[in-house]
């Protein structure tokens, strides 16, 4: 659960750092419609108000089953709770397990391995070696010889966020993934 909130505010400190605001609050939840300069989160309840001069504060939750909230009790400070993305992987207990074997058009998996290339594509969003491994079903020490390799190749990149080191995609590995590693379980769909 750790994991999945740290994976979390780091992609939303990336997304801050990279591409500012907009981009972070772009796909916050599917019930957050950002449209600068107005934050709108869509429930049932008819409910507004204006926070004028105020910070934002955004709590990712796990257990939160896509509830949203909205809080005012700090004079300076706006509240809002969503639910992280990697809580819905929580909830179904992770994906299912890579397939074995390799589909002729995966052309990612032709150019550095199967499991290298089911490791850059988990890696669209920074994870751990422990989350990967649950994620792929793979071995943690498979996950991590593959990420050592893709460390070594510069299309990897680790950072240190407390007690946990998450993994992510350097330009050069979100190159490879885009221009040649589609899915190809999704690119016939």
């Keep these: 659960m750790r994991a999945a909130l740290d994976e979390e ?84 207990g992770g994906p299912a397990p890579a397939v074995a074997g390799v589909a002729d058009t995966d052309r990612l998996a032709v150019l550095v391995g199967r499991g290298r290339a089911a490791v850059l594509r988990a890696l669209t969003r920074p994870a751990t070696t422990a989350g990967l491994a649950a994620t792929l079903g793979l071995a943690p020490s498979t996950v991590s010889e593959h990420l050592a390799a893709l460390l070594a190749a510069g299309v990897v990149h680790r950072r240190r966020v407390g007690r946990r080191v998450l993994y992510g995609l350097e330009p050069a590995g979100r190159a490879l993934v885009t221009l040649i590693g589609a899915d190809p379980a999704t690119a016939s769909a």
């Excluded at 108000?49 to 809080?71: E, H, K, M, Y």
């Excluded at 639910?83 to 929580?90: D, I, P, S, V, Y």
């Design 9 to 92: 505010v780091l992609n939303r400190a990336r997304a801050l750092a990279a591409d500012g605001p907009d981009a972070l609050l772009a796909d916050l939840h599917e019930r957050v419609r950002w449209e600068r300069p107005v934050l709108t989160l869509v429930k049932p309840l008819e409910h507004s108000f204006r926070a004028t001069n105020q910070r934002l504060l955004l709590i990712p939750l796990v257990f939160s089953r896509g509830a949203l909230s909205c809080s005012t009790d700090h004079p300076q400070i706006v509240a809002v709770s969503y639910q992280a993305r990697g809580a819905a992987l929580l909830a179904e």
